[in-house]
């Protein structure tokens, strides 16, 4: 079976059909048409196995009009869904009419400006957008209809606004005081650079102007106040709204500030009679007292705290009962809490924080938020950010004997958050924070997903961690070792739901921590889970590693130090040798051999008893008891 269609004067074979049985039904679509009103011929040819042939010819009519379409709109500029767009700008779309015909159309931004025209004809409509927002996600509606026949098309397009800053700046002091300021913004490397100068509130500045990304740094000034520096994280899609709070280069008290700060103090006097009430006046009204104590001069004396119902106090004074007295009662003291308004000028130092894990070592890039309570907000606002550095440090210009909150962040280790009121007499000195580790793991594992973690040590070099996802949900896993102080030294990255972790660059008498972060189909965000890798033989407690980790926290570093290194000796080997030296000479007075056999002893039992002790040890404890039996042979010879 064959179809053919008429073009001009020719038949040409438009489909060809094979072993076409008998009563079925065939099609074949005719697709030349192109014109109305237009009569067009197409013919079918059937031929059986035998040759034998029958043809026949069809014909039909296209109707004599047009169906009237919707206009089209298109190419939207600026593009659709498109970002960091300007505040002001033209909005353009293309409407063309299929047909030619005119027609209506509207442009309406969501912001409620709009333009339109009736009767207009084909292509580029426009609308003027003024006086848009940084950051701001606008949304676009395009209706045209055709004038005719009534036939209408509506779009909708969005685009975002480039990202801004708006930036407000108050005296810390005087919080309802607005100030001009000078600000410095830079990427954390310090390689990008942006200045400007004798900014007042309400000031924005492009995001597309400045330096961006992660930590970026922000330094505020202003002439009369101290510098701020804050730790930021910009998007150049986002606006922000950010106020800073700088403290004066000075303090000038008044006496009437609105704003007071509690100040401990303590006032003593010596105890003459025992027998009677001892007095202690105050120097300043006191607000709360901390505690009332009596020195006892005895040999298990020293500051005594006298008992709630064993004194009295009003505004002037506190008046201990004789009671609380016996003999050795030499001296009495009361420590309080008095409002203090400062009266003269005081400059505003440079105080230096610290912060330290629980083994007394630096945590490097620790996030420092510290916040003041503001009256004017009636809630504690941020004043500045810091980053540490190498040696856990950072500082920031803060008002003395005013409350701050501390909140301090790093991976790996719990959140802290602390009271700290800075004195003037600790500005020469760093004030310390300790994180704590965390440890925990953070993800909650369900019916359809089991994950098997283990770890452990293949030799003084090597540790591994091996990971099994049982359910196979695992997209992919990160696998990080960090130092005890949190440096990163080594980080992996695998596509699969189980993988056998090793680390060859280990010390196996060293504490390490270990990150995972997954990537599980089940989860809407990666997960992590933070652990310890304990020096090999330690069990793996809570906060322990090694027995040294724990006397170094503790105690510091001995004061031994080893001549040829320079480095402090060990408390364990210090410990061992102390003890050593106790048994030497508590025998060794009645009887030297007994002395030596037994240190000797003891320096081997302490390598028996404690793993990772040196050789040499043993070698030694070994040598004072064949030096201790050598004595007792020699004594009994004689």
Known sequence: MFFYWKNGVDWDLAQSNYSVSPGSIVYWTYTQANSYNTTYY?????????????????????????????PVISNPSPANNSIDQNLSLIFSVDINDPEGDTFNWTIECNNGQSNSSNDDTNGTKTLELTGLSYGTVYRVWVNATDSGSNNWTRVWYQFTTLGGLKLYCYNESNPSQAINFDIQISNYEGTQVYTATGLSNGAVIPLDQVPYGENTVILVSSNGYKSRTYYVDLYQSNFYNLTFYLPPETTQGTGNQTTKTLRSFTNAVTITNTSQDVTIPFTHTPESIIGVYIYNNSIYGGWITVPDDKYTYNDTQVVINYTALDNNSTMAKVEYYYWYTQNVTEETPLFVLQVINPYEQPVKNAKVLIKRYINTTEGYENVTSLLTDGYGKASAYLIPDTLYKVFINKTGYQQEIADWIPTTEEASTAHIFRLEFSFNISINQ?????????????????????????????????????SINGTLLYTHTVSNNSYNFTYNNANNTKTYLYQIEINNSLWSTNQTINGIIYPAGQKPLITTTSLEDLLERFLGFTPFVNPSTGVSVNWVYAIVAIIGIVILLSFGYYNAHIGLIGCGLWFNLAFILISGLTIILPGIGTLLVVMGILFAIGGAIK
Do not use: A, L
Request: proline share 0%; net charge negative; charged share 15%.
């Open 42 to 70: 197409w013919k079918v040819v059937v031929r059986d196995i035998y040759d034998n042939e029958s043809s026949f010819i069809y014909h039909f009519t296209t109707i004599d009009q047009t169906v009237n379409q919707s």
């Open 446 to 482: 369900t019916i359809f997903m089991i994950i098997n973690i283990s770890v452990g040590w293949t030799s003084n070099t090597t540790f591994y961690i091996h990971y099994d996802d049982v359910s196979n949900n695992t997209n992919s896993i990160t696998f990080r070792v960090y």
